[in-house]
């Protein structure tokens, strides 16, 4: 109440309400060292309605974690440790970045799929421990949560609780407005263990619940927590008062007054520190004991390189070399993708339903189910979920996670790329069918606003190669970067393997190279990325027959040739040639950073059509001849 007063902002109901659950769960159930927070054998803990921020903050600090009162005190405010919802590598103890609703579900399930897979490889002695999920009314109206919810339950992800805190208030009233169904029941359809607490002050029945959801076998398990928000406020418990503003002081006082408690700010009782010490001797006491164990276990080694996320000395040698290849980049990709899982400790994932379109139905493993623990996934037509869950895998460590599906179907996924790009996690979709040359399936299917949409998003690395060898090198890159999520973006159609030097792996690392180079000092650049590059090649020849030397360049990533030194970009973007055209089937937008004032961008800032590939690159002007008549133009309008 305090934290959130003092902050003017803020949702003081929920903590209150679930102040009894945080303790039953951080006192009695919640395995974890205070003093260790980064101990790999920790339960996960995540607070999917992240905007009751100030539970966690008060549980962290509560029970040990460096998280002093000070910060409590600097809730909302800047520099603070105490963010208006939890973020991931900003607090200590906070194990996932949460506040988009129904993101902390597909959170926790990714979280209980990598334990189960670390288990399973190093076994109990090592890696035993599980998910907890807090999430509310809201993270349960979201799609994500549903999506995430089903695969659980038909994985069987038995080490995963989630609390549901049924308190039946939103921001706008009752959930009966808008929110009626029997969840419960929901959850019990997908697979899941369901149990009822009907006092969500009951100590000892959330305590009972706590236990036998830990006991329960073959079943995620959803406690209904049945809590009222702001309890004990006299005049704005059990209303949406008490949802997402300061209760206000006088209703503080007399909340105080009714739990006979100090009107002092941030009255800490000397009581409750008590209470919450032994939490730090016990923390110490598992730890120390997983560290015996690691000590005796032939395995320690390889699993801790696994959980720091260390690659094998020679994994890029295993890569192959498809520089004569005239394939799709899918399909490039597929034969990386299959050259590396074998050599990746922990690579995990697959398709939402597309795997022999996306180009990850490979054959190293089993497919991860019920009964077995193999890095082959089948999400289900659930990208949103995929996606959450992703980040939950991710988030846990020891599992580098992928994901597919068509590049239009980024749309479904963006909220927790987002997410991912926010936590810097090391997560790589696979996004093919990458523009109109999708063809007859039409505008629904065919992406325009996508490359613009996931280039704005910050900490994202988003790759389009042009061909085989550049999808490889792609996939090199992808995998040896660790600070973010990366984004390869690949054609369904078949490319024709570009003329090039022999070693150009550590060009497409640095997002823009020139490709092309013509035998005199260029006039005019043109530059491309993915299937266009080749049309930029053929526009180069012909306009260097008729005495325009031309350069190409090929750009499969703006945000790693942004991140270079100056004198790479004067190189391949000399500020003295402004002849410049950009081609690329998607929407000019951003390419003026690139083409400057005096260039000019081919795109396509509308929608496409129903109709063969190679028809729609003619009728939308994605041809030589085109990006020769803008060359052409930029360079009479220079002399005229």
């Not at 006991?215 to 959803?222: E, I, N, R, S, W």
């Amino acid at each position: 109440m305090d934290a959130v007063q003092q902050a003017n902002s803020g949702h003081p109901g929920t903590p209150m309400a679930l102040a009894p659950v945080a303790y039953v769960l951080y006192r009695r159930h919640l395995k974890h060292a205070p003093h260790a927070p980064e101990w790999a054998d920790r339960d996960r803990f995540v607070l999917s309605c992240g905007h009751a921020s100030m539970l966690l903050y008060g549980a962290l600090h509560l029970s040990g974690y460096d998280l002093p009162l000070e910060e409590i005190k600097r809730f909302r405010q800047w520099g603070s440790k105490t963010p208006g919802h939890p973020e991931r590598g900003h607090t200590v103890g906070v194990e996932t970045t949460t506040g988009p609703l129904g993101q902390g579900i597909g959170n926790g399930v990714g979280m209980a799929i990598a334990e189960r897979m670390l288990r399973e490889q190093y076994g109990a002695e090592l890696c035993d421990h599980r998910t907890w999920v807090l999430c509310s009314d809201g993270d349960l109206m979201e799609g994500v949560a549903s999506e995430a919810a089903s695969l659980a339950g038909h994985l069987k992800l038995d080490r995963l609780t989630v609390i549901w805190d049924d308190n039946k208030i939103t921001i706008d009233g009752r959930t009966d407005l808008c929110f009626s169904e029997d969840v419960g029941a929901r959850f019990a359809a997908y697979g899941w263990h369901v149990l009822h607490v009907r006092d969500g002050n009951d100590l000892d029945d959330i305590d009972t619940a706590l236990t036998q959801a830990a006991a329960h076998a073959d079943a995620p398990t959803l406690i209904v927590l049945r809590t009222i928000i702001g309890d004990p406020a006299p005049t704005k418990r059990d209303s949406s008062k008490a949802h997402g503003e300061p209760l206000g002081a006088d209703e503080i006082t007399r909340t105080k007054a009714l739990l006979d408690w100090p009107t002092e700010p941030f009255h800490v009782a000397p009581e409750a520190y008590a209470e919450m010490a032994p939490l730090a001797e016990r923390g110490r006491e598992l730890v120390q004991a997983w560290e015996g164990r690691m000590a005796a276990s032939p395995k320690a080694a390889a699993y801790r390189a696994q959980l720091a996320g260390t690659l094998p000395d020679d994994w890029a040698s295993h890569l192959p070399d498809l520089s004569d290849e005239s394939v799709a980049s899918r399909q490039a990709s597929q034969k990386a993708l299959a050259a590396l899982a074998p050599v990746i400790p922990g690579l995990a994932g697959g398709s939402a339903d597309l795997g022999g379109s996306n180009g990850t139905n490979i054959t190293f493993g089993d497919v991860f189910s019920a009964t077995s623990t193999g890095p082959r996934f089948h999400w289900g037509i659930r990208e949103h979920g995929m996606a959450a869950t992703l980040n939950g895998m991710a988030c846990h460590g020891g599992v580098r996670p992928y994901g597919a599906t068509f590049l239009v179907f980024a749309d479904y996924c963006k909220p927790s790329i987002r997410l991912a790009g926010l936590m810097g996690l090391p997560v790589i979709y696979i996004f093919t069918h990458d523009s109109i040359g999708v063809g007859e399936d039409g505008p629904t299917h065919q992406p325009i606003e996508h490359l613009a949409m996931l280039r704005g998003i910050p900490n994202l690395v988003t790759l389009r190669p042009a061909d085989a060898a550049e999808t490889v090198a792609a996939w090199r890159t992808a995998i040896g970067r660790s600070t973010g999520p990366t984004a390869l973006i690949l054609t369904r159609q078949k490319l024709p393997a570009l003329v090039r030097r022999a070693d150009m792996s550590a060009d497409t690392a640095r997002g823009g190279y020139i490709l092309h180079e013509p035998a005199t000092a260029p006039v005019a650049i043109i530059l491309s990325t993915g299937s266009e590059v080749n049309v930029a090649m053929a526009a180069a020849a012909t306009l260097e027959a008729e005495g325009t030397p031309t350069r190409v360049v090929s750009m499969p990533s703006w945000e790693l040739f942004a991140a270079q030194d100056p004198a790479w970009k004067e190189r391949v973007l000399p500020r003295a040639i402004t002849a410049r055209v950009s081609i690329e089937a998607g929407l000019t937008f951003g390419w003026s950073r690139w083409v400057g004032d005096r260039g000019r961008s081919l795109g396509l800032d509308h929608f496409g059509a129903s109709a063969p590939g190679e028809r729609l690159f003619q009728e939308f002007g994605f041809t030589p001849a085109h990006v020769v008549a803008a060359v052409r133009s930029i360079l009479t309008a220079s002399t005229s």
